[in-house]
């Protein structure tokens, strides 16, 4: 009813009083905050108060600074820049290591030729000469610098300023080149980015530290040479190699060390100093599924002090959770989400420990069948093995039948060339440590391992239990133990194996069992070197891909290395190759003398119980190494015995079970392969059809 409404003596005012409303001042409503005002809210006094010039500058032109006698009275314009360019490549190359006038002198020396003049500095730094800078001198000689670098009108200005004193200037100038005749040169720093090693410029030799003179050994220094406090700022790409002084300098530059130029090392000398006088062993812990193999081995290395108390009991909570809390020591090997999950063991756990006489590097292979080629590439990569048996009733006789999987890693890793062995007799605590069990074991094992191969002399019987960690690092005190068992405890029987004679004289051979990109440039793959040694800055070249890279860092079992031999287990950041090209079961080798690539080979084969006989055209998977390759059997040659080798039948139709014969085998990709008789590591392949391992062989001719 508006028209009853009082409109003429209404007040509008009180019904905005609290509201915002579009034509209300910024400055009535809002906050601003200082910096917000000053920079755009206008001021009368701030325009009229004049602008006070900054006094740093008129002091520091105030200040008598000694000018630069060497060039800057008396080059012209032209020789200036050319001084300049000439000073640029010179730090490109060389970083902050080296004070100005140094690079000046030998400039102006050498006729502004950046690369003359860089070997003159490097070679006047490789002798080390008495004295060194007091503090004084250091402080002209930076502010020199700092003049040196002023813009030209500044530079003028201060001249004019000291111009009359020429007598100070000569005198300055006469003390200056003696200081510089008699200064030591600081080594080239190097600079760490993300934990890779990266060089920088030249390697500079230097005086140790009782005063002697000590070259570089190499190129890329390892993380402890180089303190956080010596990093460079990166600088630009050095001169073109063009006009490289490598072959036109007379003056040797002992810092640049090519992979040619590198000194050889004494590899067998620098392992035993390296391990202390301990040997390596690759030791494969294989056997049935759930018979116990990551608690086994979990709990040895927790009670050998690898993992520490904290760590373990957080496992054991994690596992009690999860309603797993026998699994407990089997998560310090299974690391995955997945194998937690699943409580089974998929791919190989890898670890390091020490015995009194050893340095071993574990792996814990799967024992389900379904990831028997991961098997492989562990049992491919050992030198010796455990084989975990379940002593429980029942459980051992699933293993050890038709179908379990107790035969089929014995077999393979024989096949692998493994001939030490130790059986591990694992759960005796749940059959009350019977004597009479663990013989019946001892018994049905030792006759199918002397099929086998296993000579009987290598393969030792221990009982243990995993969970409660009887007999694993220290003999056992469990009195229904000690009444009849005497032996040696797990850890004093891996002490005791023998360590294989490794290849390091061969050439160098790498197989990749991962490839990963990492932080900072390059990518990293790890395997095992089967043969030869590598150092940083070799260049390897990875076969079938054919392409060239440069190694950038090594490391063993996460600690840096500056170069590794063969049966280490590395880590290798490479660069100058594209990771596509690399895949798991490539092999790197040396650009001098590769690996041999083919798709087609003649090899030797033992079959092993097979139910289809094989005939031309069957289809077979090819495990070698780390690789996994479809292949065929092209051609049936003949059939040799067993013994002897002599051929007992040529063109067979097809090949039975138990039978020794020579196959030729076609792949559907290329594959790096070595002969048996040059290379044992790389010479031996596996064959499976439908889930089972059919046969074993080596390599005795490639095709193509």
């Given amino acids: 009813m508006s028209r009853h409404r009082n409109v003429r003596g209404y007040n509008y005012d009180e019904d905005f009083e609290d509201d915002d409303m579009y034509g209300h001042s910024v400055d009535d409503d809002y906050c ?13 006094q701030e325009r009229q108060a004049p602008k006070v010039e900054p006094l740093e500058e008129e002091e520091y032109e105030d200040e008598e600074v000694p000018v630069s006698p060497t060039f800057s009275h008396s080059l012209d314009p032209l020789d200036q820049a050319k001084l300049y360019s000439c000073l640029d490549h010179m730090r490109a190359v060389l970083g902050d290591a080296m004070p100005d006038s140094v690079l000046c002198q030998a400039a102006m020396k050498y006729g502004f030729d950046p690369q003359r003049a860089l070997d003159a500095v490097l070679s006047e730094d490789a002798k080390p000469l008495p004295g060194t800078r007091s503090t004084n001198e250091t402080m002209i000689s930076v502010l020199k610098v700092s003049q040196e670098k002023e813009p030209l009108p500044q530079r003028t200005k201060r001249e004019a300023l000291t111009a009359p004193q020429p007598e100070k200037a000569k005198s300055r100038e006469v003390s200056q080149n003696k200081l510089d005749s008699e200064v030591l040169l600081p080594k080239v720093a190097r600079m760490t980015v993300s934990g890779k090693k990266q060089t920088m410029g030249f390697d500079v030799p230097s005086t140790g530290e009782n005063g002697g003179f000590t070259p570089p050994a190499r190129r890329g220094g390892s993380p402890e040479e180089t303190p956080a406090s010596e990093a460079t700022p990166k600088r630009p790409e050095t001169p073109s190699k063009g006009s490289n002084g490598d072959e036109t300098s007379t003056v040797p530059t002992l810092g640049r060390t090519s992979g040619k130029s590198r000194q050889p090392i004494n590899v067998k000398a620098e392992l035993e100093k390296r391990q202390g006088g301990k040997p390596l062993l690759n030791l494969v812990v294989i056997g049935h599924v759930d018979a116990g193999k990551s608690t086994l081995m979990g709990h040895l290395l927790y009670l050998l002090g690898n ?32 194998e937690r999950d699943r409580g089974v063991t998929m791919d190989v756990g890898m670890t390091k420990f020490e015995t009194s006489s050893k340095v071993v590097t574990l792996m814990d292979a799967p024992g389900h069948k379904d990831f028997i080629p991961n098997m492989i590439t562990g049992a491919a990569q050992a030198d010796v093995a455990v084989l975990v048996v379940d002593a429980s009733r029942g459980e051992f006789e699933a293993g050890f039948e038709a179908g379990g999987q107790t035969r089929e890693h014995a077999l393979l890793v024989r096949s692998l060339s ?13 059959v009350n440590w019977q004597q009479e069990r663990f013989q019946e074991i001892v018994s049905k094992l030792g006759n199918f391992l002397k099929q086998a191969g296993f000579k009987e002399t290598d393969v030792f019987y221990i ?13 056992s005190s469990v009195a229904q133990l000690t009444s009849w068992y005497s032996g040696p405890s797990l850890v004093e029987q891996i002490d005791a194996f023998k360590a294989p004679q490794r290849s390091v004289d061969k050439p160098f051979r790498l197989c990749v069992s991962d490839v990963y990109k990492d932080q900072g440039s390059g990518f990293c793959v790890t395997g095992k070197i089967e043969a030869g040694y590598i150092q940083i800055g070799d260049r390897i070249l990875a076969m079938p891909p ?55 080979f003649r090899a030797r084969i033992l079959l092993f119980n097979i139910e289809v006989p094989i005939t031309k055209g069957f289809p077979v998977l090819l495990h070698y190494q780390t690789v996994s390759e479809p292949a065929t059997i092209r051609k049936l040659i003949s059939v040799l015995h067993k013994s002897s080798g002599e051929v007992l039948k040529k063109n067979p139709k097809c090949l039975g079970k138990g039978m020794n014969a020579i196959v030729e085998i076609q792949t559907q990709r290329p594959v790096s392969l070595e002969l048996y008789k040059d290379y044992k590591e790389l010479g031996r392949f596996m064959l499976r059809y439908v889930g089972s391992t059919i046969a074993a062989g080596v390599v005795t001719e490639i095709k193509e």
Avoid at 36 to 44: D, E, G, H, N, V
Wanted: charged share 20%.
């Fill in 307 to 338: 993992i520490n108390k904290r760590t373990m009991h957080k496992y054991e909570q994690e596992s009690k959770k999860a309603g797993k809390a026998s699994f407990a020591y089997a998560w310090v090997l299974d690391e995955t989400g997945e």
């Fill in 546 to 600: 054919n392409e060239t890279c440069t190694v950038k860092g090594i490391t063993l079992h996460d600690e840096p290395l500056d170069w590794a031999a063969a049966g280490d287990h590395v880590s290798l950041t490479v660069t100058g190759m594209d990771i596509i090209k690399i895949n798991v079961g490539c092999v790197f080798c040396g650009p001098k003398e590769p690996i041999k690539v083919c798709t087609r």
């Fill in 32 to 44: 601003i905050s200082p910096a917000t005002a000053a920079q755009f809210i206008y001021s009368r």
């Fill in 463 to 475: 009982p243990t239990s995993g969970l409660s960690g009887e007999n694993l690092t220290t003999r």
């Fill in 418 to 430: 493994v001939t030490q062995l130790a059986v591990a007799v694992n759960k005796m605590d749940q």
